[in-house]
């Protein structure tokens, strides 16, 4: 059984166009500029929805395929982040982060602009740095 989720050719200009919440658009435009400067590399699409950076291997219950470090995805609901953290337990931080929930290894965000900007850069240039991405 392969996995849904692979990097692909897909155009994230026209997928963020396809967003009907203008709001969450210019989030994932925020996030994206952070994960940008900090990773260096420029964003994939992975699968229909979700925008990522690097890619690492990834096992589970299928086997091991290639999966993004860091990723990004303007849902309805909440912009949602992915591999901010290596498990099911959030940083202690993310208390600091400002108004937010959390998820099996995703962050939910309903307004950029209410959170702490630098601390999800720090979050991020750590986790960056801890998958090994940018060596």
């Not at 937010?100 to 950029?112: E, M, P, Q, S």
Request: with cysteine; charged share 25%; hydrophobic share 35%.
């Amino acid at each position: 059984m392969a996995i849904k989720t692979q990097a692909n050719d897909g155009d994230i200009e026209e997928f963020l166009a396809g967003v009907k919440n203008q709001r969450r658009v210019a989030d994932a435009r925020t996030v994206m500029a952070i994960f940008e400067e900090i990773t260096g590399t420029a964003p994939r699409m992975w699968g229909p929805s979700i925008i990522g950076y690097g890619s690492q291997p990834y096992t589970n219950t299928t086997g091991t395929h290639e999966w993004f470090v860091m990723g990004l995805s303007p849902r309805a609901a909440a912009l949602t982040i992915y591999g901010l953290w290596d498990d099911y337990h959030p940083d202690p931080r993310f208390e600091d982060l400002g108004p937010h929930t959390v998820g099996k290894g995703c962050l939910y965000i309903k307004r950029v602009e209410e959170i702490d900007l630098e601390l999800l850069r720090t979050l991020a240039t750590e986790a960056w740095q801890r998958s090994g991405a940018g060596d």
